[in-house]
């Protein structure tokens, strides 16, 4: 069994600006799960420039046109130190607007418009709601960054997405199981079939 001794760092980048849908409660999911499996790791909220290479983890949450354009004014050199993490096989998570602008910036090229969507997708069983217009895949990894459309918590939806991140990163044992993980386990079963009811 193998388990981390220090202290986790993750990040939650601009909370204020972006975490229009509660995106920064992916943090919180990889926290419970880590420390229900003897993990610790703090959430710290990242507000102004600053190194990103001494965390461990890094969120790229959704936000608006101003709120986008404000946090770009603050730090104009955030989506190139994103896209260096991404490079360089971070883990990272970009959600929603945050994964068009991080993608764009990877790949210099800037994501397609389309037709309005609104719903719950099963991609790859992977389960969350797109509320969007890009065209771009609902789900997408790039080495150890994560890339999804899917809005707010999706790691609550997806526990075993949330476990992948966790043993790619080395952080534990995902193979370690007890009554908490189980609970929420079921809960997120039971959130996946009803979002597809009528």
Known sequence: MWIVSRILKF??????????????????????RLQWRGVQADII??????????????????????AWAEVLRLDPGLLMNL????RDGKPVMAVSSGYEFLIEEL???QAKHAEHVSEFRNIDEIVGYVNTSVLLPEMRTIGQTTFTLFHGPVLAKNPDLADKIISAAGW??????NNQLHAVDELAKASRRTAFED
């Open 83 to 86: 896209a260096k993490l991404t």
């Open 172 to 177: 534990c044992d995902v193979g370690i199981e």
């Open 107 to 109: 790949e210099s090229t």
């Open 11 to 32: 990040a939650a980048l601009y909370p204020k600006h972006l975490d229009l849908n509660g995106d920064h409660g992916n943090l919180l999911v990889l926290q419970k």
């Open 45 to 66: 909220p990242v507000v102004k420039p600053q190194s990103l290479d001494v965390l461990d983890f890094v969120l790229l949450g959704h936000g608006t046109k101003d």
